[in-house]
């Protein structure tokens, strides 16, 4: 078995055809890599090189030799290059919140680049309401997670604590079941909230932004049954059950492709929010996965909105 630096003499002085500008090549002296050469030749019980006027060339055992030793070192230097790599390579667990259907958060695009970026990092996606998300994210419990709001109103009583970014601006609908738009048509708030309503609970933005509403007027909305799932709230409205709110895309495919009624001339403005603990933001998997999220949507997030 021979050492790597003893192969990397044999390579260079094959390359060089010359010993002293192989030391020089390699930062030894030329006495070094003259020993190097003697044992390897006298180990493998080869002549590998003859002496010319112009330097040392190569003997058909050493051309036969040189592709390997070659080989070898370009193995070693490989190797050493992963295992470099490895120390740089981010290790972990990123535990993610996350709400509604994967394409509106575009959790496929944030999954595939954290992929890329970090393959040693492990995901773990807990699914769940946008309140219960942001109250697990400050519990420590989730590492970061999509959440729903108002435009500019951030965490509320959490801000102190979570820190969050708006990603993109939407609104929500007032819905109804196909053949109600004539109960629809010309109603304010008061004669809406009268309406039968599929209600959601509080950790919902479906309540919040609805209450939003209502609570300054003194409103209660006319629940009839309560959803904590957006799909069956859509299939409670096409069932003729009741009115409820529905994100403006959604609320539009619905109308052209079921006929649902749409309530003109409402729209509830909110936002698609990411969110963290403040105390958190330096930990190296959560500043991966902020940057992952700049890719994905294509803003910088270091500005954020508390």
């Not at 078995?1 to 002293?20: K, N």
């Not at 509403?213 to 309560?226: H, Y």
Request: glycine share 8%; with cysteine; aromatic share 6%.
């Amino acid at each position: 078995m021979q050492d790597l630096q003893t192969l990397r003499a044999f390579v260079a002085v094959a390359h060089e055809g010359s010993v002293s500008r192989a030391a020089e090549r390699l930062h030894l002296t030329q006495p070094a890599v003259s020993l190097k050469l003697k044992q390897f030749q006298a180990n493998l019980e080869l002549t590998l090189f003859r002496r010319r006027p112009q330097g040392l060339a190569l003997t058909e055992d050493g051309q036969a030799l040189l592709p390997a030793a070659q080989k070898a070192l370009a193995a070693v230097a490989a190797f050493e290059e992963q295992a470099r790599a490895l120390h740089s390579t981010l290790r972990g667990r990123l535990k993610i919140g996350t709400i509604v259907d994967p394409e509106f958060i575009r959790l496929g695009a944030f999954l595939h680049r954290l992929v890329e970026r970090a393959p040693q990092l492990e995901t773990e996606l807990s699914h769940g309401m946008s309140g219960s998300v942001l109250e697990r994210v400050r519990r420590g419990e989730l590492d970061v997670g999509f959440y729903l709001a108002p435009p500019g109103e951030g965490p509320g009583e959490a801000a102190d604590e979570i820190v969050q970014r708006e990603l993109t601006h939407f609104h929500y609908h007032v819905i109804a079941p196909a053949g109600w738009g004539s109960r629809l048509a010309g109603t304010d708030w008061e004669r809406l909230a009268r309406l039968p309503w599929i209600v959601t609970p509080q950790d919902s933005v479906h309540h919040r932004l609805l209450h939003g509403v209502l609570d300054p007027l003194e409103l209660v909305p006319n629940g009839v049954a309560q959803v904590d799932q957006e799909a069956c709230m859509l299939d409670l409205v096409r069932a003729g059950v009741g009115l409820s709110l529905a994100r403006d895309t959604l609320a539009m495919t619905e109308r052209q492709e079921r006929g649902l009624a749409v309530a003109e001339g409402i729209r509830l403005p909110c936002a698609l929010c990411f969110i963290w603990r403040r105390d958190r933001g330096e930990e190296a998997v959560i500043a991966e996965a902020l940057a992952v999220l700049e890719r994905v949507w294509g803003e910088p997030l270091s500005q954020t909105v508390t």
